[in-house]
């Protein structure tokens, strides 16, 4: 029987970049996908600066996936159009399935890090360490040292090895099409976000592609399904996009961080361990992170005789992303309890503006609470 170091199932951007950061450490990885790859994925369809900087940093060529970087914001409350110019850039636009294809083939090599898609999974044997699964109608069973679930929000798999840190659910929603005469004027380098006075915590996007547009809405507040219908209906109205092309929705898991996402030599990582943004859903730089932080307990776990990996990577992902995470949270709470004063404050203010922009940049966090007074004193003052 064949064995793998680690064997990964999942290759979106958590599984992925995982697998790459191991073979430069020359780990041998199988790296599991049920879907054809490229896939189609519900998505925005954007990296922010901070998810895009780490790419950069490894020197990967992300900028051949990029269709143009935006350096705009463009907010509407009801009928208020509001257009922000931090004059740095935000966010790069790209489609999702350009970028998971990117982050497959600077992992895959066939030599250290071996790619099968349109696999089903059919057993994973905990006890022997083994996996089995189907491709091609065949079955086959491999050994692994180390397991990594980088399923997304399969919770049947995380159910299958006992890991199931999933607190709640948000929801996003994606559309691809044109621009529509609306927004065309903003179209070459602006990002919108909008809310609607008949739906409170509800937010709709609009990223900006080459040609095309990437449009739906967000909500962490407890999705009703007619809520989204009535205002999806309404947002295509106010933009004129065509509405015979159908949104695709997608769960967003948020951890509960008094559940484990590790148990002896099995890892979960990206969605699978609920490692998204609360605040603005967004899960791309979190599976970055992740997958520096798996691949640094992954190679103690190899080098070190009876490293606990399974509690030191859980004792890092907390300290490292907890804090983070948790004034995420706040901050989600701040916008469903006063969502219109939030929106005002966050886009039609200078500083709560500064605020916002350097979020999205990376440059200042979520619970770096001293610097966000800071930042907001200084733009009063």
């Known amino acids: 029987m064949v ?23 020359g780990i041998n ?18 990296l922010s600066k901070k998810a895009y900087d780490i790419l950069y940093s490894d020197n990967i060529n992300v900028t051949k996936i990029v269709e143009k970087s935006v350096s705009k914001g463009l907010y509407v409350r009801d009928n208020k159009f509001t257009v922000t110019e931090p004059k740095k850039e935000l966010i790069y636009m790209t489609y999702r399935s350009k970028l998971d294809n990117l982050l497959v083939e600077i992992a895959v090599d066939d030599k250290t890090v071996f790619f099968k898609d349109k696999v089903s999974i059919k057993k994973i044997d905990r006890k022997d360490n083994t996996i089995a699964y189907i491709e091609k109608r065949k079955s086959h069973e491999v050994k692994y040292d180390v397991l990594v679930g980088a399923w997304g929000t399969n919770i049947k798999f995380n159910k299958l090895i006992d890991l199931n840190p999933i607190w709640r659910y948000s929801v996003s929603s994606s559309w691809e099409g044109p621009p529509g005469p609306r927004y065309k004027k903003y179209f070459e380098d602006h990002v919108l976000s909008q809310i ?27 999705p009703d399904p007619k809520i989204l219908k009535d205002m999806w209906k309404d947002f295509v109205k106010f ?13 967003i898991p948020i951890r509960d961080f008094k559940k484990p996402i590790a148990n002896n030599n099995m890892l979960l990582v990206g969605d699978a361990a609920g490692l998204t943004d609360p605040f603005v859903g967004e899960g791309i730089y979190y599976a970055f992170i992740n997958g520096m932080i798996a691949s640094k307990h992954i190679q103690n776990y190899f080098k070190i005789k009876d490293y606990n990996l399974a509690e030191e990577y859980n004792r ?10 948790k004034w995420a949270k706040v901050y989600e709470s701040m916008f469903h309890y006063m969502p219109n004063f ?11 503006n500064k605020i916002v922009t350097s979020l999205i940049t990376g440059e200042i966090k979520y619970n770096e609470i001293k610097k966000v007074i800071k930042l907001a004193n200084n733009r009063i003052f």
């Open 342 to 352: 939030s929106f005002w404050l966050g886009s039609e203010t200078s500083f709560g």
């Open 3 to 25: 064995k793998y170091n680690v064997i990964i199932v999942g290759a979106g951007p958590a599984g992925s970049y995982l697998a790459y950061k191991l073979k430069t450490k």
């Open 239 to 251: 933009w004129k996009l065509d509405n015979k092309i159908k949104p695709k929705y997608a769960w």
């Open 316 to 325: 890092d992902v907390d300290s490292k992303l907890f804090d983070v995470i």
């Open 29 to 46: 990885v199988l790296l599991l996908e049920k879907q054809k790859f490229p896939r189609y994925k519900a998505c925005a369809g954007g």
């Open 196 to 222: 609607m006075k008949k739906y409170p915590a509800h937010v709709g996007y609009i990223f900006p592609k080459s040609e095309l547009i990437t449009a739906g809405l967000f909500t962490s507040k407890n």
